[in-house]
């Protein structure tokens, strides 16, 4: 009986390498910066008219921020853009006869929808994450008991064809006896 463990070597995936998203999370303030700056910026020189789309293009920045760096970033990045689109004097007119609470609401129902798209996606892509740490952490603990496996088996076959030879050993010197 001739016993070989098969050699077989699979990708290593380490526990500490993460999937998606930059460790670095400066690089998603520029990345928040940039999106949200270029969207402000083509919106202050008029190079395309924004307020014609159904929707600001700001709502896809944020979006876009929170599905990549989670609900913190999203969040950050609603900040950005409300802070920018309000203090950049992107303000509607107030209306004669408009009353306080009317032109309130106006000013800060599309900043708050960013902030409440933000939550939403960023919720979701944390969710992911989770999902996406657990099942990396798993694959990482089945790596470890295949290798152990494998390991136990290349002991065990090696045992094997030493206790072949010696008993291949014992039988040829007994058949030459007789």
Do not use: C
Request: proline residues 4%; hydrophobic residues 50%; aromatic residues 6%.
């Amino acid at each position: 009986m001739n016993v070989h463990a098969p050699k077989r070597a699979g990708p290593k995936l380490l526990p500490d390498e993460k999937i998606g998203g930059s460790p670095n999370h400066w690089v998603g303030v520029v990345e928040g910066a940039v999106l949200i700056g270029g969207v402000f910026a083509v919106e202050r020189l008029g190079l395309f008219d924004l307020q014609s789309l159904p929707l600001h293009p700001l709502v896809l920045a944020v979006a876009l921020i929170a599905a990549q760096y989670g609900a913190s970033g999203g969040i950050m990045a609603a900040a950005m853009a409300a802070a920018l689109a309000l203090l950049g004097g992107t303000l509607p007119q107030r209306v004669v006869g408009e009353g306080y609470f009317e032109y309130l609401a106006a000013v800060w129902t599309t900043p708050l929808a960013w902030l409440i798209i933000a939550v939403l996606v960023g919720i979701i892509s944390d969710g992911h994450r989770r999902l996406l740490q657990r099942s990396e952490q798993a694959l990482f603990e089945a790596q470890k008991e295949r290798d152990l496996i494998a390991a136990q088996y290349e002991a065990l076959a090696a045992r094997a064809k030493r206790l072949e030879r010696r008993v291949a050993g014992i039988e040829g010197n007994n058949s030459s006896r007789l």
